[in-house]
Each structure stands twice: as structure tokens, then as C-alpha cells.
């Protein structure tokens, strides 16, 4: 473990030293701003730091025996080989999250990376190549589009495979589940979710907006955990949104990824931007009132104005799937109770948000919420410390934290028995 440690530890160095470099490379071929690119770079970088210093606690028990002639030892031992399937929306981080807690608990990995994003993924594996992690511990296998769904069936039924670990969309995630269920593979799951940010009377308004547009447009909007439904409380709905409008005009600068100012990039493909507009029409149609944005952005290709609708209801379909893109629909509630209700009917639950000033009631919905992580009165909730994940559609397992290294060991029960 000790070897492991130092190895993953010299690979976070490494990063770090060529921070620069591969942030460049994300901006590149995932289209998020360099300030978002570099960001990137240091939070998944600190996930091997994290797992070098986990490596060294996994630690077994001692059990007291009912017989006294026997001991009983509790082993904790990798799994084997695990496959990892990330996404393109976090093209460095998703991989590092994985990947330094197998190779922490003492398991090789081979990497799929998305096909939009492989260089990020072979970039790492440059720099575990320095920092001399074994050949054949970190295996990489880029593929196209079209050979995407044969190669996860592949990483899926390989009898020689372990464990999957898949971020991704919750449809891609039960189609690898069933392909696993064939050999009984272990499986980590981190699918897609559908965040509610509620904002309460009792909210810090201006907070809230500052949240709000944090949680929103990171990524211009394509992150897992990012809000998809905000649900205001009527006695100040207007002044949300009145605020939070001027907040995505004034602070919001959409443009190419390598320029200074630009904190919006563009979607990453065509399909994306056609998901927004069917949901911005499928809202306007049904009544809802575009307060900014609304279309494509003037730079054309993939680049979309920041939006935000009004008057939105839970029959709208940006409401009832994730967007994954640059758009804000506002719910206007009533009582706690019905804020409860609006964000739990989702059949995912990953992160959720709320603002209030109330104790009682911060201790009410944070525990009603069924999500795996809640952020209250805080809008970025990502840290290597903390375990990642969700509950109902969203997934299986967490990521990052104490727990993270669990999902890639196999608990051996020793029984010494004729002492």
C-alpha cells in the first residue's frame, strides 16, 4: 500500500505541474471556459491525492469469537479488474474519482473515456506513464461513436472484469446493468439527475442568485449535479427573478472557451442544442414567459444563449427530464410542503438545493429530500472529502471520500479455528 501511495501521489504532482497543459487540452475538446478547464484540473488531480493518502487505511477488524479455540479476521482485499466509463462533460475529474480509488485499493483499470473527450483520459495516461504506475495498471481504450454501445458490452460480460464503473445517463447506465447482471458484476452507478433548487421566503434573496447561477450555468449547464427546476416560494418570486435575471445578464459572457472573459462555452454537439430549443418551444407553447435568452446564440454552431423562464408548471417537459444545458424554468410555490412534493415526484435524485434562513426548517427538507446530496444555502457542493452519488434512478455506490475506496474491495472472512 505504501508503494501504491507513493505512486499515486507522484501522479498528482505530475498534474499538477501540467495543469496548465491540460487544461488547455479539456477546453479543446470539451468547449468549457480555461478558468472552468483549470478548476477541473485541480479537483480531479486532488482525488489521487486523496486516494495516495487513503491507500494506507484499509483497514480489516479483529472479531471477537463466540468459540475460544478460534479467531476471526476480516480481510479487505481488491476486487480485480475494473472497467471505468466516463462521460465528456467532466473529461479529467471522472476518471481520477474512479480510477485513484481502484488503484488505491489495489485494482488495474481499464478507461472508456466518451468519444467526444478521449484526449484527457490518454493525456493522464502520459503522466502515469511518468510517474512510473506499472504498464498495464491504467489501460486506456478510446473508441467512436459508433463503436460505443459494443465496446461497454464488451467492458460489461468479460468474465475477466470485476467491477464497472459507469457515469453517465441513467438509460446508458440499466442497459450496462443488465449486460453486468450476466456475470454478477459489482457495479458503481453515478447516472443522471434532475436538481431542484427551492428558494424560500425566509431566503437570503441575493445569495440565492449568487447560487443560482453557479449551480446553472457551470458548464452551461452540463453538469450531473446541476439545477434543473428552480421552485420559488410566492412572497419573493418577483424579486428572484428580477435578480437573477440581471445576475445572467451582467455576469454571463458566452464565447470561445480560450478567451478571458467568456464564462459560457458551447454545447458539445448539435443534438444538445436541439434538446434545449424543443424545451424552451414545449414551455413557451404551454404558457411559460421567457424572461432573457431564449435561442441560439448570434456565434452560431453550438453556442446557446444563457435562458430563463417564467411561469413555468410541472407538466412542461423541461420540468419533468434533465435539460443539460443553458436554461433556468421557475416554479412559483406556494408552501413547504408543496416544494417537497414538486422536487421528490422526479424518479432520479442526485443533488438538490434549497436557501432558507429557518433552522427548523433547513433540518425538515434537508432530510426530506430524496436526493444523495444537498446543498443548503450553497450552490457547488463537489469536494473530494465528501461521498458523491445519488438514490432512486440516480445511481448505485458513492464516489470521493472515506467511502469511495469501499466500492473496490471484496470483504474476506477468516475463521482460525483449533487454537
Known amino acids: 500500500s505504501q508503494e501504491r501511495s507513493a505512486r499515486l501521489r ?4 505530475l498534474m499538477m505541474e501540467n495543469k496548465e497543459e491540460l487544461a488547455r487540452i479539456i477546453t479543446a475538446e470539451n468547449g468549457k471556459p480555461l478558468k472552468e478547464a483549470q478548476g477541473e484540473i485541480v479537483y480531479s488531480a486532488s482525488f489521487l491525492e486523496w486516494f495516495a493518502e487513503e491507500a494506507r487505511r484499509i483497514y480489516g477488524d479483529v472479531i471477537p469469537a463466540a468459540a475460544k479455540d478460534r479467531r476471526v479476521l476480516v480481510l479487505k482485499q481488491p476486487v480485480g479488474v475494473a472497467a471505468i466509463i466516463t462521460p465528456w462533460n467532466f473529461p479529467s475529474a471522472m476518471i481520477t474519482r474512479k480510477v485513484g480509488a481502484a ?11 466518451a468519444e467526444d473527450t478521449p484526449l484527457s483520459a490518454l493525456a493522464l495516461g502520459e503522466l502515469a506513464n511518468q510517474a512510473k504506475i506499472p504498464a498495464g495498471v491504467y489501460n486506456v ?18 468474465p475477466l472484469v470485476s467491477k464497472i464503473s459507469f457515469t453517465g445517463s441513467t438509460a446508458t447506465g440499466k442497459i450496462l446493468l443488465k449486460h453486468a447482471a450476466g456475470t454478477v458484476k459489482r457495479v458503481s452507478m453515478e447516472l443522471g439527475g434532475h436538481a431542484p433548487f427551492i428558494v424560500f421566503d425566509s431566503a437570503n434573496v441575493d445569495r440565492a442568485v449568487a ?3 453557479a449551480s446553472k450555468y457551470r458548464n452551461s449547464g452540463q453538469t ?3 439545477t434543473n427546476r428552480f421552485l420559488v416560494q410566492k412572497g419573493i418570486h418577483d424579486e428572484f427573478v428580477e435578480k437573477f435575471a440581471k445576475a445572467i445578464e451582467k455576469e454571463l459572457h458566452v464565447g470561445n472557451g480560450f478567451d478571458a472573459k ?9 443534438k444538445a442544442v436541439e434538446k434545449v430549443e424543443k424545451h424552451i418551444k414545449d414551455a413557451v407553447s404551454q404558457g411559460a414567459s421567457v424572461v432573457t435568452g431564449g435561442k441560439r446564440h448570434s456565434l452560431g454552431k453550438n453556442f446557446f444563449e444563457p435562458t430563463l423562464l417564467s411561469n413555468v408548471t410541472t407538466k412542461m417537459l423541461c420540468t419533468q427530464e434533465e435539460t443539460f444545458g443553458p436554461l433556468a424554468p421557475v416554479i412559483r410555490f406556494e408552501t413547504e410542503a408543496e416544494a417537497v412534493a414538486i422536487a421528490n415526484a422526479a424518479n432520479v435524485g442526485l443533488a438538490g438545493y434549497f436557501y432558507s434562513q429557518d433552522p427548523a426548517q433547513i433540518w425538515r427538507v434537508a432530510e426530506q429530500l430524496e436526493v444523495g446530496m444537498v446543498g443548503v444555502n450553497e450552490g457547488i457542493i463537489s469536494s473530494v472529502e465528501c461521498p458523491f452519488g445519488g438514490v432512486k434512478e440516480s445511481g448505485l455506490g458513492r464516489e470521493g471520500s472515506k467511502y469511495g475506496i469501499d466500492e473496490y474491495l471484496e470483504i474476506k472472512y477468516v475463521c482460525i479455528g483449533g487454537l
Open 262 to 270: 467568456t464564462t459560457q462555452g458551447p454545447l458539445i454537439n448539435e
Open 211 to 213: 447560487g443560482a447561477l
Open 224 to 226: 450531473c449535479v446541476c
Open 103 to 113: 488503484l488505491a485499493a489495489g485494482c488495474t483499470v481499464v478507461v472508456k473515456p
Open 141 to 158: 481504450v478510446p473508441c467512436s461513436r459508433q463503436q460505443t454501445a459494443a465496446v461497454g458490452e464488451v467492458l460489461c460480460t468479460d
Open 10 to 13: 507522484r501522479w498528482y504532482e
